[in-house]
C-alpha cells in the first residue's frame, strides 16, 4: 500500500484535510492535557495538535520515514517505531489513546483497539475517526474512478475497509471492552483555488488512491483526471470532508 513516501508528500495529499480535522477529533475525544498515545501518526498532524494541547504525548507509526519526521518536528515526542497491534507501552500507561484515521488500515483492527484499551489507564479514553467512504476527501475521487469502471466487476477503492460507515467504530470499540461508548460524525472544510491543486496530490502515490493513479498509463490518468473535473463543483470550491469518530471509556 502506498505509505512508503516522505513525509512531504502525505502531507500534501492528506495533511490539508487531516491538520484541521485534528483540532476537531480531539475536542470530541475531549483531550485538553495529560499522558496521550497518537497511534498511527503518520507525519504527525494530531501530534502537533496534542502538543499545542499541552499534552505528554508519544507516538508510534509502523512507517520509518514518518518516525523520522515526527521526530524531527517535535525533539521532545518520544516516536517509536511500532504497529497499533504491538505496542511497546505497559498496561495503562495513558490517560488516552487515539487514532486519527487509522483503524481502516490497521492489519487487524480489533487487535490493535485491544492494544489501545489495554494501554489506557482505567477510566481513561479511547478514541478513533475514519473517513466517511461516501463523504471523505477522496469520495469525488472514487466515485470516479467507479464510474470509469462501470461493466468491469467491482470497481477499486476503499468502501470495504473497517470504520468507514455508521456504526463501525462503535462496534469496534463496544468490542474491545470499551464503555460509555459515544459514536458522531465530525468535519473539516478545505477550499481550493481550482481544479489543478485539487488533483496534483494524487500523482504522488500516497494510499490506495495514489496506488491506483500510479498503476494507470498517461491516458488512463488524463482519463480520471477529466472524469474528476466533470463531477467537482466550478472553481473556486469547497470540500467538506465527513469522517467516523468514536469514543469510549477503560472500564
Known amino acids: 500500500m502506498g505509505f512508503a513516501v516522505t513525509a512531504d508528500a502525505y502531507d500534501r495529499f ?8 485534528a483540532a476537531v477529533f480531539a475536542d470530541m475525544a475531549g483531550v485538553d492535557g495529560g499522558a496521550v498515545l497518537d497511534v498511527g501518526c503518520g507525519p504527525g498532524a494530531l501530534t502537533d495538535e496534542l ?3 499541552g499534552a505528554r504525548v508519544r507516538a508510534v507509526d509502523p512507517a520509518p ?3 523520522e519526521a515526527v521526530r524531527a518536528r517535535h525533539p521532545g515526542v518520544d516516536v517509536l517505531e511500532a504497529s497499533a497491534e504491538a505496542l ?3 498496561d495503562g500507561a495513558f490517560d488516552a489513546a487515539l487514532a486519527q484515521l487509522v483503524v481502516h488500515f490497521m492489519a487487524e483492527p480489533a487487535a490493535g483497539l485491544a492494544e489501545m484499551v489495554r494501554v489506557t489507564r482505567r477510566g481513561g479514553t479511547v478514541a478513533a475517526c475514519v473517513w466517511d467512504h461516501a463523504l471523505g476527501p477522496l469520495s469525488v475521487f472514487w466515485q470516479a474512478v467507479a464510474s470509469l469502471h462501470e461493466g468491469d466487476g467491482p470497481p477499486p477503492g476503499e468502501a470495504s475497509r473497517a470504520g468507514q460507515h455508521r456504526g463501525d467504530l462503535e462496534r469496534l470499540l463496544l468490542g474491545a471492552g470499551l464503555v460509555e461508548v459515544e459514536e458522531a460524525p465530525i468535519a473539516t472544510v478545505v477550499r481550493f483555488e481550482d481544479v489543478a491543486s485539487w488533483w496534483a496530490p494524487f500523482e504522488l502515490g500516497v494510499g490506495p488512491a495514489g496506488d491506483h493513479v500510479s498503476g494507470l498509463d498517461a491516458q488512463g490518468r488524463a482519463l ?6 466533470e463531477l467537482l463543483p466550478p472553481a473556486p470550491f469547497d470540500v467538506t470532508a465527513t469522517a467516523w469518530s468514536a469514543r469510549g471509556i477503560r472500564h
Not at 492528506?14 to 480535522?21: D, E, I, K, N, Y
Open 51 to 53: 502538543v499545542r494541547r
Open 14 to 21: 492528506m495533511g490539508r484535510f487531516s491538520r484541521p480535522l
Open 224 to 229: 480520471l483526471a477529466a472524469r474528476c473535473r
Open 88 to 90: 511497546p507501552f505497559p
Open 65 to 67: 520515514g514518518f518516525v
